[in-house]
């Protein structure tokens, strides 16, 4: 079924809803009923964005490219603290310039409350240095409104990025104390196999096991080490080693890295 866009509501007026298709015109209408949905990519979206014109332009985008995205635009600082509190969300898509917004300020609420959702500038003032200096401020990326077209493309791969993100962190791992993770694939009280870098077989180590709930301290002894696989140009080790701290009778260290945590590892 062809893709219609949705609406974007204001988030201090929930029942004020904008028609996407004023203003559009014919070529981009034929375009959003000709473009298929990619399977299960319901999107919850919030725009930053003082212009409505801008706003509708954008979701329609979105709708062209496939995109089920139920939008919502502020355009105030109260607004947005308000959306950023009241639900989760998917995507958050921002302008740079705009009046009563300092864009760092937005950046940083961003930040600090969607740690796992793409947060992409949009915008069709922003110099490209603004853009960099945007995404050392947290965002991921940057699209010019007068490029709209490959908006689709940029949220895409931002999704997906987060996905992969959302995995390898629930995925468990042993951090060592020059900071090395290594990914958890296997574990038992006896032995356990990690991949990363290169360990050296024969030697102990102590470390942090990294889990979503806890924090533990556990020691083990490398048994061998062997490439598994090529990544980019780095090669990745498999690693079996034998445990000397049983992970079960290990006391969870909760709520963070103290200062003596990571001087044992």
Sequence with gaps: MPTRPKSVKSVDRPD??????????????SASREAEPPA???????????NVDDAELIACELARCGFHATCVRVETAT????AL???????????????????????????????DVPSILVSGTASDETARAAMKLGLDDF??????????EVVAR?????????????????????????????????RAVLEGSRLSPGHTRDALLLTDEDV?????RILSCEVQA???TELVYQSIVTMLTDRNAVAPVRGGFPPETRAVC
């Design 16 to 29: 004020d809803v904008i028609g996407l298709t004023d203003g559009i015109d014919a070529s981009q209408e």
């Design 158 to 190: 931002n999704l997906s990025t987060a996905q992969t993100r959302r995995a390898r962190r629930d995925v468990p791992r042993v951090r060592l104390q020059g900071g090395q993770e290594f990914q958890v694939t296997d574990w038992s009280p006896q």
């Design 79 to 82: 607004d947005l603290k308000t």
């Design 143 to 152: 699209v010019n409104k007068q490029h709209l077209n490959a908006l689709g």
């Design 40 to 50: 299960g990519l319901e999107l919850q979206v919030l725009l930053v964005e003082d």
């Design 85 to 115: 509190g009241r639900q989760r969300w998917d995507l958050v898509l921002t302008d740079y310039t705009m009046p009563g917004l300092d864009a760092p300020a937005v950046f940083e609420l961003i930040r600090d409350h969607c740690k």
């Design 230 to 232: 090529l990544s980019g």
């Design 216 to 220: 533990a301290r556990v020691s083990f």
